[in-house]
């Protein structure tokens, strides 16, 4: 078993909105029931801190400016192949539309709805965690 430490930092936020939806996102890569939905991730810059990572990547990727409320506790899973630590954060969307970049599809979806959809493996925990 390899106890290697993780060289990068991967970065996702469960993005809400007042009206009790969630963003979610298929991944453009994913293959059937493979790495199917996730919520916005990339990789942490090695200048950035987890916070202003997890703002850029919102912005890039799904067209939101978000205002951060709680950040979790990091855990080690796979990113993209490799071995990343990730960085979980709650968040609300605070400006701009949802626009689809690099993701096949977003949707919003009610929190309870979140179970109907198969999520990565390093993600689901954080969705069985966040439904409780």
């Known amino acids: 078993m390899s106890h290697e430490t993780p060289q990068r930092t991967a970065v996702s936020c469960i993005i809400e909105r007042p009206n009790a939806e ?3 996102c298929r991944s453009a890569n994913a293959s059937a029931g493979e790495r199917a939905w996730e919520f916005p991730t990339g990789l942490k810059a090695s200048e950035e801190s987890p916070e202003a990572a997890i703002r850029r990547v919102c912005k890039k990727r799904v067209g939101l400016a978000i205002s951060i409320h709680t950040g979790q506790p990091p855990f ?43 999520f990565d493996k390093a993600v689901a925990p954080v969705v069985a965690w966040f439904t409780e």
């Open 76 to 118: 080690v899973a796979d990113y993209e192949g490799k071995l990343a630590t990730y960085r979980f954060f709650l968040a609300v969307a605070d400006a701009g539309k949802t626009d689809v970049t690099d993701y096949a599809e977003v949707r919003w979806v009610k929190k309870g709805q979140l179970c109907e959809y198969d």
């Open 22 to 24: 969630v963003l979610i």
